[in-house]
């Protein structure tokens, strides 16, 4: 997972490396978060900013040998302005995707696995999130694709690509259809002038799409 902080720098899952990065305007890559509590993360996979110049990302811990995994849950955690990581949540099966509503009151978090679902959480003031509740069903009789990368609409609108395509849901959880492509798609990202063109990338390749709605934008500093 990638995205961009209230500068503009690149923030980076490194899975592998199991920490989140940022890039430096000259190309230097500098850790942002490493460890919770001493304890080093598990696989990082997917990021997205909040206006207050905070990070979240998943932390599964899934594909981690059981030897070598400090932290035993795979959750979501918030990196604070400061640099203090913390989970947020600390209950999740597989977290993959996630995203905000666009007024920031609610996270969106995909589940990966057996529970093919997409979870909502209410954001607290301090950053903090509660009130934990399922928001879609993804489950289908598709032979290949779960819930992974996520992104929503300036209307609020959910896109999370999984089994058989981007499946599209409103605000309330409702299934309004499923975008097919070529090829599966395993992520998804706003761009374009308007913000109206959706990037997805695939097996192979990237594939785009011209919306009537733009997507929410990047945070970005005042």
């Not at 899934?62 to 035993?72: F, N, Y």
């Not at 950053?127 to 992974?148: L, Q």
């Not at 959880?173 to 913000?195: K, Q, R, V, Y």
């Amino acid at each position: 997972g990638l995205t961009f902080d209230l500068q503009g720098q690149l923030i980076m899952c490194e899975g592998d490396n199991r920490r989140i990065t940022r890039m430096e305007p000259d190309g230097a890559i500098t850790p942002v978060a490493e460890r919770w509590e001493g304890k080093r993360l598990n696989r990082p996979n997917d990021v997205v900013g909040h206006s207050d110049g905070s990070i979240y990302f998943t932390n599964p811990g899934g594909r981690l040998d059981a030897s070598e995994r400090e932290i035993d849950f795979s959750g979501v955690h918030r990196i604070a302005p400061d640099g203090a990581v913390t989970a947020v949540i600390t209950d999740f099966e597989y977290p993959n995707g996630l995203a905000f509503s666009p007024d920031e009151s609610v996270l969106y978090v995909a589940n990966t696995r057996e529970d093919m679902q997409i979870r909502a959480y209410d954001v607290q003031p301090d950053g903090s999130v509660s009130n934990g509740r399922t928001f879609a069903d993804m489950s289908s009789e598709e032979p290949d694709g779960v819930p992974d990368g996520m992104k929503v609409d300036v209307e609020g609108r959910v896109y999370c690509t999984g089994p058989g395509g981007c499946w599209v849901f409103d605000s309330s959880g409702s299934h309004l259809g499923t975008i097919t492509l070529p090829e599966l798609p395993a992520n998804c990202a706003w761009g374009s002038a308007d913000n109206r063109t959706m990037f997805f990338t695939a097996r192979t390749s990237v594939y785009s799409m011209r919306m009537r709605t733009p997507g929410t934008r990047l945070p970005r500093a005042g």
